[in-house]
């Protein structure tokens, strides 16, 4: 398939060139193979079937997401977390904290999240109750996620001591486990972020490396605005540290001058901050 083919694929869903760019090989040969068992030979064709067959657009869709992921990914951005998000949160949230991986992809930020939390415990006790809801619209790596086996390349960022801690090495298999007692307490859903969540209310929302690198600018609003949806006042947004914010918002303001981070306040507030 060449890139011309490809960006047709694209067109068709919605999906940035920018952001396919990188990854495109890989996804590229995922849907040659696709589109070889559906025995089209043209991309003509292969749309035409993906119009028509709902269940096999539902499998493209999957096959066109990327994956690619590890713990504590961004590094610096923890440390933000670590030392001034997670604590403000905690002391404005006293009973309980809502935390949601909006795309959480197999895993690895959710219990980075985890162990964050737990590292905070020493600093911070009593912590509030934690829920955790981890999204993602394709359903093997929610199955991936669930079973919270990683190569160790997953881990390069994870310091010795935490790796001690939280993970089991699988001598076998050179595999880790993650320890049983972080995956308490995690509710992992099938959920495409074009369509609504039945929950809100999040303190925390991570929407990183997900709809705002790989989709195009509507479908990108489009999700946004449902994510935002889901944001408590005074809750705080992540995104990924290549991403912008899709649409102007007064009612998000970067946290501590952070690019990436944001917090939602209501306007009111908005104006008193901005005069
Ligand atoms: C590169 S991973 C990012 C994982 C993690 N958030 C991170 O930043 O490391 C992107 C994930 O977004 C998911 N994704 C893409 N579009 C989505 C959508 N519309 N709804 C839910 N998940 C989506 C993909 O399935 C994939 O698991």
């Not at 449902?226 to 991403?243: D, F, Q």
Request: aromatic share 12%; proline share 3%; with cysteine.
């Amino acid at each position: 398939m060449d890139d011309q083919q490809f960006r047709q694929l694209l067109d068709h869903f919605g999906y940035s060139w920018e952001g396919y760019k990188r990854v495109r090989k890989g996804v590229k040969k995922r849907i040659s193979r696709h589109m070889h068992q559906l025995g089209c030979t043209t991309m003509e064709k292969y749309l035409h079937s993906l119009d028509r067959d709902e269940e096999a657009r539902k499998y493209c869709e999957c096959l066109m997401t990327v994956s690619v992921s590890r713990f504590f990914r961004d590094r610096f951005l923890w440390k933000v977390l670590e030392g001034q998000v997670v604590p403000s949160i905690v002391e404005e949230n006293r009973k309980k904290v809502r935390f949601w991986s909006a795309g959480c992809g197999c895993g690895e930020e959710v219990y980075s999240f985890k162990i964050l939390w737990e590292s905070l415990r020493c600093r911070l006790d009593p912590m509030p109750e934690l829920e955790i809801w981890a999204t993602d619209m394709n359903p093997v790596y929610i199955k991936r996620a669930h079973d919270g086996i990683y190569p160790l390349s997953s881990l390069r960022e994870v310091p010795k001591e935490l790796r001690e801690l939280y993970f089991v090495l699988d001598v076998d298999e050179g595999l880790y486990r993650i320890a049983l007692n972080l995956k308490k307490g995690i509710l992992w859903k099938v959920h495409n972020l074009l369509f609504d969540l039945e929950e809100f209310n999040f303190q925390i929302i991570f929407l990183r490396n997900s709809i705002l690198t790989y989709y195009k600018d509507e479908l990108k609003r489009s999700a946004f605005r449902k994510v935002m949806g889901c944001l408590a006042h005074g809750g705080v947004l992540v995104i990924g540290s290549h991403e912008k914010l899709p649409i102007e918002s007064k009612d998000l303001m970067t946290f501590g001058g952070q690019p990436h981070i944001f917090k939602k306040i209501d306007d009111l507030q908005g104006l008193r901050h901005n005069h």
